[in-house]
T-cell receptor
Framework: KQEVTQIPAALSVPEGENLVLNCSFTDSAIYNLQWFRQDPGKGLTSLLL?????REQTSGRLNASLDKSSGRSTLYIAASQPGDSATYLC????????????FGKGTHLIIQP | DARVTQTPRDKVTEMGQEVTMRCQPI?????VFWYRQTMMQGLELLAY????????DSGMPKDRFSAEMPDATLATLKIQPSEPRDSAVYFC?????????????FGNGTRLTVT
């Protein structure tokens, strides 16, 4: 059974810092890995999707990398801003034809002004 | 901006009552998912549909939960009878052509409290 772990569970940094969020998964047979953002009381917003054949994806100040063989992904946030404060979740679509995403429990990020 | 719509936004009910949650997926999306989120367990997949056909509901307690898609614009999740341990936020999400190639779009959830 696929398991997804995110470290750290919570992170608080001053505005302007670059930071890295980590995600690991136990079964490397994945179709893709997705990073989401969740604001309090809201649903999830998709940030980046990395196909299993890709190594990284970039969107603005966000860069996500994928090392499928080692079961790891990182989300890099450059020049953090208070508006980046949210919970960031990592999820994988495993092989075997199933579509369901398996989620980590998220990293709660606070950017201090 | 197209979005997934969930109703009700909040639901408070007593143990034993029936609860129905509704979801309107984004037009043109052929895959619909139901997830449950709690502090302890995080996000758990309950069920999902492709082209309105149920593909996997192994995450649902079968004796009390049921999920249906009466048409392409409506997905429902019912709990009967409800129990306090069902208290959680229930999310619906939709996507195109499954999740292998495209991201999921989530609704804002239904916060269920069973007393």
């Amino acid at each position: 059974k696929q398991e997804v772990t995110q470290i750290p569970a919570a992170l608080s940094v001053p505005e302007g810092e670059n930071l890295v969020l980590n995600c690991s998964f136990t079964d490397s047979a994945i179709y893709n890995l997705q990073w989401f953002r969740q604001d309090p009381g809201k649903g999830l917003t998709s940030l980046l999707l990395i196909q299993s054949s890709q190594r990284e994806q970039t969107s603005g100040r966000l860069n996500a990398s994928l090392d499928k063989s080692s079961g790891r992904s990182t989300l890099y946030i450059a020049a953090s801003q208070p508006g980046d404060s949210a919970t960031y979740l990592c999820a994988v679509v495993s092989g075997g034809g199933a579509d369901g995403l398996t989620f980590g429990k998220g990293t709660h990020l606070i950017i201090q002004p | 901006d197209a979005r997934v719509t969930q109703t009700p936004r909040d639901k408070v009910t007593e143990m034993g009552q029936e609860v129905t949650m509704r979801c309107q997926p984004i037009l043109g999306h052929n895959t619909v998912f139901w997830y449950r989120q709690t502090m302890m367990q995080g996000l758990e997949l309950l069920a999902y549909f492709r082209n309105r056909a149920p593909l996997d509901d192994s995450g649902m307690p079968k004796d009390r939960f049921s999920a249906e898609m009466p048409d392409a614009t409506l997905a429902t999740l019912k709990i009967q009878p409800s129990e306090p341990r069902d208290s959680a936020v229930y999310f619906c999400a939709s996507g195109k052509r499954g999740t292998q190639n495209s991201p999921l779009h989530f609704g804002n959830g239904t916060r269920l409290t069973v007393t």
